[in-house]
């Protein structure tokens, strides 16, 4: 039983192309987020949301479009893709009177 | 941000006690004190947290300056397992349900069989 399951797990493109990550959770939490992770394996937030309602929105180029259709997805989607935007891209999700978050296994997007 | 600052490596033996230092001088008294670990190739993984007092749990303990400038991660028996990048963050509410973590560089723990 997988708690928080990001598809895809590998996702190689090229540039200028649009291309969406999905993220699942199963644990009932009411607050999902989005980080990136670049080559120097520092871990940014870039979003999050709560029950359904846009709560973190950090300095992200308008090319990246969160969406959640209910609590326990939350989807990322990236139009006209550039170099820089290679990273591992990590969900996460916590309950919101509780102080943890759980991360998924991460998606490694490569833009080429 | 609150920032906070760790050494960038520490090698302990397995199955010895490791004491991973964490300073955070500009902390505010909303902020929370969590530690996440980063094992290779996967998300990261809570590990612990406090406010003001000392807290242990089944992974860790972590151990509060009385001023709340630094803290202390302690693993009591280092496994191979826990080789993993630590990362010390102090963690700021954002808005409803919402906590914002702001990761820094963590300390790369290496565990010598």
């Known amino acids: 039983d997988t708690a928080v399951s990001q598809t895809p797990k590998y996702l190689v493109t090229q540039m200028g192309n649009d291309k969406s990550i999905k993220c699942e959770q199963n644990?009932?939490?009411?607050?999902m987020y989005w980080y990136k992770q670049d080559s120097k394996k520092f871990l940014k937030i870039m979003f999050s949301?709560?029950?359904?309602?846009?709560?973190i929105n950090e300095t992200v180029p308008n090319r990246f479009s969160p969406k959640s259709p209910d609590k326990a997805h939350l989807n990322l989607h990236i139009n006209s893709l550039e170099l820089g935007d290679s990273a591992v891209y990590f969900c996460?999700?916590?309950?919101?009177?509780?102080?943890?978050?759980?991360f998924g296994p991460g998606t490694r997007l490569t833009v080429l | 941000d609150a920032k906070t600052t760790q050494p960038n490596s520490m090698e302990s033996n397995e199955e010895e006690p490791v004491h991973l230092p964490c300073n955070h001088s500009t902390i505010s008294g909303t902020d929370y004190i969590h530690w996440y670990r980063q094992l290779p190739s996967q998300g990261p993984e809570y590990v612990i947290h406090g406010l003001t007092s000392n807290v242990n749990n089944r992974m860790a303990s972590l151990a509060i300056a009385e001023d709340r400038k630094s803290s202390t991660l302690i693993l009591h028996r280092a496994t191979l397992r826990d080789a993993a990048v630590y990362y010390c963050i102090l963690s700021q509410r954002a808005g409803a349900g919402s906590y914002q973590l702001t990761f820094g560089k963590g300390t790369k723990l290496s565990v010598i069989p």
């Open positions: 949301y709560n029950n359904k309602e846009l709560i």
């Open positions: 996460a999700s916590s309950l919101g009177t509780i102080n943890e978050q759980f």
């Open positions: 644990l009932g939490h009411d607050t």
